[in-house]
T-cell receptor, first 115, second 112 residues
Framework: NAGVTQTPKFQVLKTGQSMTLQCAQD?????MYWYRQDPGMGLRLIYY???????DKGEVPNGYNVSRLNKREFSLRLESAAPSQTSVYFC??????????????FGPGTRLTVT | DQQVKQNSPSLSVQEGRISILNCDYT??????FLWYKKYPAEGPTFLIS?????DKNEDGRFTVFLNKSAKHLSLHIVPSQPGDSAVYFC???????????FGTGTRLTIIP
């Protein structure tokens, strides 16, 4: 049981390049999330998907797109990378128990540098 | 406007003593509260949670306290151990709401 996996672990991009960050979970969770972590800013939600086939914006969606490919996979795309997108990106999932609080389970992160 | 604040960026505690980490929130509609622990180069891991119908929840060395009137929660670790050195994030959410809002984190260092 791998939990939440993310690829790649590290990536360096030049300004204007595009890339897709991949995330997969094997816990049969309904909800999936993308966060970025910056120094002094905590974890900020970029996009989330409450269930297969749905996606919604979080706190900082500008410059990103997402795809919920199936129940297991949720990808994050940067169409034209900017230095401000240098960050550590975390994917998470949760079982979304109806009427109850939702703990989220995180992947190991992708460290992205845009030069 | 930060909805969740952890006002202490760092905290150092002697091994064996109690560590107390604090978190304040602004929205009284939040009713589910969590603490996460994060080691360098790893993702956050869930530590302990509490719902708004309780004011205390314990799990081994970890206890979370909730003061709803003050909109304040705290995490107590006793006794503190070197392996507790990490960044701790509080997070808040609502029942049935898939989203969590995270604080900025407190770096805890346990001094042997």
């Amino acid at each position: 049981n791998a939990g939440v996996t993310q690829t790649p672990k590290f990536q360096v991009l030049k300004t204007g390049q595009s890339m897709t960050l991949q995330c997969a979970q094997d816990m049969n969770h309904n909800s999936m999330y993308w966060y970025r972590q910056d120094p002094g800013m905590g974890l900020r939600l970029i996009y989330y998907s409450a269930s297969e086939g749905t996606t919604d914006k979080g706190e900082v969606p500008n410059g990103y797109n997402v795809s919920r490919l199936n129940k297991r996979e949720f990808s994050l795309r940067l169409e034209s990378a900017a230095p401000s997108q240098t960050s550590v990106y975390f994917c998470a999932s949760s079982p979304r128990v109806g009427g109850g609080g939702t703990e989220q389970y995180f992947g190991p992160g992708t460290r992205l540098t845009v030069t | 406007d930060q909805q969740v604040k952890q006002n202490s960026p760092s905290l150092s505690v002697q091994e064996g003593r109690i560590s107390i980490l604090n978190c304040d929130y602004t929205n009284s509609m939040f009713d589910y509260f969590l603490w996460y622990k994060k080691y360098p180069a790893e993702g956050p891991t869930f530590l302990i949670s509490i719902s708004s119908i309780k004011d205390k929840n314990e799990d081994g060395r970890f206890t979370v306290f909730l003061n709803k009137s003050a909109k304040h929660l705290s995490l107590h670790i006793v006794p503190s151990q070197p392996g507790d050195s990490a960044v701790y994030f509080c997070a808040v959410g609502g029942f049935g709401n898939e989203k969590l809002t995270f604080g900025t984190g407190t770096r805890l260092t346990i001094i042997p």
